[in-house]
């Protein structure tokens, strides 16, 4: 069984900073790409960044030179740093991670269970 758990969500200042966290645990052979994503009230989700178990990154055109995503591949982690926040970033904000179970070899992708991010004006 694996499991994504975040964590670093909270209220936020426009204009400020907040960090969020993902740990994949469980049984895990191998944590492929990775990602972030976010649904606000009455919009379809829509990723955020991702990265791949090379360090590859892309971020949609809303985010990018603000957040930065990054992973600890030994900790099996994922990290979405946010600067420069902005009202419209408010959302619940939920990591997905392509794993690779240990005991079958399967693939497939797990999801996180949301963390709400609020930014005040």
């Known amino acids: 069984q694996v499991q994504l758990v975040e964590s670093g969500g909270g209220l936020g200042q426009a204009g400020g900073s907040l960090r969020l966290s993902c740990a994949a645990s469980g049984n895990i052979f191998r944590v492929n790409a990775m990602a972030w994503y976010r649904q606000a009230p009455g919009k379809q989700r829509e990723l955020v960044a991702g990265i791949t178990s090379h360090g590859y990154t892309n971020y949609a055109d809303s985010v990018k030179g603000r957040f930065a995503i990054s992973r600890d591949n030994a900790k099996n982690t994922v990290y979405l740093q946010m600067h420069s926040l902005k009202p419209e970033d408010t959302a619940v904000y939920y990591c997905?991670?392509?794993?690779?179970?240990?005991?079958?070899?399967?693939?497939?992708?797990?999801w996180g269970q949301g963390t709400q991010v609020t930014v005040s004006s």
């Open positions: 997905s991670a392509a794993i690779t179970v240990a005991d079958t070899l399967m693939s497939a992708e797990y």
